[in-house]
């Protein structure tokens, strides 16, 4: 694994691999034991869009396997600011770092960069596109949580229309048996034709999550993304489409999981949060040990 762009870029035994890598971080790191595969290093995180938990679980990753960062988080920082080309800008890192983690808002980005780079590219996400870390930690806590990911059934809530976690996470299921998807959004953000022609299991679109809620296994939210949407009035309409409250939690199996990408707005209710199915927040946990895989991997150190 040169480039991570897209989560089609892997084989399913290329996710369990790094699956097991990441169990294997997390041991070593509960050691406390030192590790050293980038030394000598440096990771060039590209943020052209403002990221928390994605920016810095990679620098995280990057410091807990002994590399150095370098990098920015947002356009005004750099000189973009001042009307430089973005190829421009990946040609000075390349020649900065080993290894480049890119996050822009234009769809194609990080492919584009990889065809500019001689260092290995990470998409971290690009515009409405993809975000295949945040797919390999997806499905990597459901493994966690249940042992394995086939033959579960999956509800995915929210925008499937904008939200590149979605398009990712989709697409890493066809490595997987999912018994079943429901995807589950109304008609204006239902998952876009190109996505849904590459599916290779069973799914059902439907409006109404009561209509599934109780034979999922996995409920994953997404919140709907102002910044994706190219009308502020059709945003407007569609806000506040779902919510996940404890009534709806009350109706899915007691052994079921909500997972969410985070940040959350008010898709789900902080009370939810009390309630045994709530797991975003050890899924956002995972997100070291992942990219530490991740890193290693595209590296060539692992």
Known sequence: MRNLISALDLERSEYEELFELADRYIEQLSKKKRLDKLNGKII???????????????????????????????????????????????????????????????????????????????????????HPTQAILDLYTVRKIFGYVDNLVFGVLGDLRYARVVNSLLRALTRFKPRRVYLISPPQLRARREILDGLNYPYVEISDPRDALSSLDVLYVTRVQRERFPDDLEYRRVRQSYRVDPELVSMMSRDSIVLH???????????????????????????????MAVLSRVLGVA
Do not use: W
Request: negative net charge; glycine residues 8%.
């Open 44 to 130: 060039a995180l590209a943020f052209f869009e403002p990221s928390t938990r994605t920016a810095l679980s990679f620098a995280s990753a990057t410091l807990r396997l002994g590399g150095k960062v370098i990098g920015f988080s947002s356009e005004d920082a750099i000189s973009i600011a001042k009307g430089e080309s973005l190829a421009d800008t990946i040609r000075m890192l390349d020649s900065y770092a080993d290894c480049i983690v890119i996050r822009h808002r234009y769809d194609g980005s990080a492919r584009f960069a990889s065809e500019i780079s001689g260092k290995p590219i990470v998409n971290a996400g690009d515009g409405k596109h993809e």
């Open 261 to 291: 990408p985070l940040p959350r707005v008010d898709e789900v209710d902080r009370e939810v949060d009390k309630y045994p199915q709530a797991r975003y927040f050890e899924q956002a946990s995972y997100g070291v040990p992942v990219r």
